[in-house]
């Protein structure tokens, strides 16, 4: 199973909104309601902020908000945030017990 | 509160094997499924496999299949993944985490604080 598809990176100026979106496929993405996504900053454990496409674990500001159209899902930033600035993964469940994630993006808030 | 503590980081050489621990507080262990996952230098993360906590099954990613172990001791709350035949491109952080509920779910919101195994001659 191939990795999801990230852009390497994004970025934006404080207060602004930005996008980041994960390409897969009609067997993952596509089929499943079940994409999450991960803020982790360097050196530090991935952090869950979105599951199953929309939802946000609690603590989770809701500036940031999930969606998926196709096999693509997005994930959102709101009101960007200088602590905002951290790598985020994409993940999707992929049938058969399988986990696939995507290679990352790299938001850089201005 | 929850919290996976595992062990330290290490350098192994080419063919070795490892045994990395995770050791869990803060619910009731065996209520659970823990999944490793490993992520490489620079590289998003990769999705190993899990362990049923209170069975003991496993399911693995068909790569990591026939040199990768996952066990658990329900005694001390620990999970283990040991990988043998080292090469050095296993180089890479190893976390183990916990999904929310006692379900099978596919995402994870515990995680350890990862162990980086460096294989090198």
């Known amino acids: 199973q191939s990795a999801l598809t990230q852009p390497p990176s994004a970025s934006g100026s404080p207060g602004q909104s930005v996008t980041i979106f994960c390409t897969g496929t009609?067997?993952?993405?596509?089929?499943?309601?079940?994409v999450s996504w991960y803020q982790q900053y360097p050196g530090k454990a991935p952090k869950l902020i979105i599951y199953e496409v929309t939802e946000r674990p609690s603590g989770v500001p809701d500036r940031f908000s999930g969606s998926k159209s196709g096999n693509t899902a997005s994930l959102t930033v709101s009101g960007l945030q200088a602590e905002d600035e951290a790598n985020y993964y994409c993940s999707s469940y992929a049938g058969n017990d399988n986990l696939i994630f995507g290679g990352g993006t790299k938001l850089t808030v201005l | 509160q929850v919290q996976l503590v595992q062990s330290g980081a290490g350098v192994k050489k080419p063919g070795a094997s490892v045994k990395v621990s995770c050791k869990s507080s803060g619910y009731s262990f065996t209520g659970y499924y823990m999944h490793w996952v490993r992520q490489a230098p620079g590289q998003g993360p990769e999705w190993m496999g899990w362990?049923?906590?209170?069975?003991?099954?496993?399911h693995y990613v068909q790569k990591f299949q026939g040199w990768v172990t996952m066990t658990r001791d329900t005694s001390i709350s620990t999970a283990y993944l040991e990988m043998t035949r080292l090469k050095s491109d296993d180089t890479a952080v190893y976390y183990c985490a916990r999904g929310p509920s006692r379900q099978l779910v596919y995402y994870f919101n515990y995680w350890g604080q990862g162990t980086l195994v460096t294989v090198s001659s």
């Open positions: 362990i049923n906590l209170n069975s003991g099954g496993t």
């Open positions: 009609s067997s993952d993405v596509g089929h499943y309601n079940y």
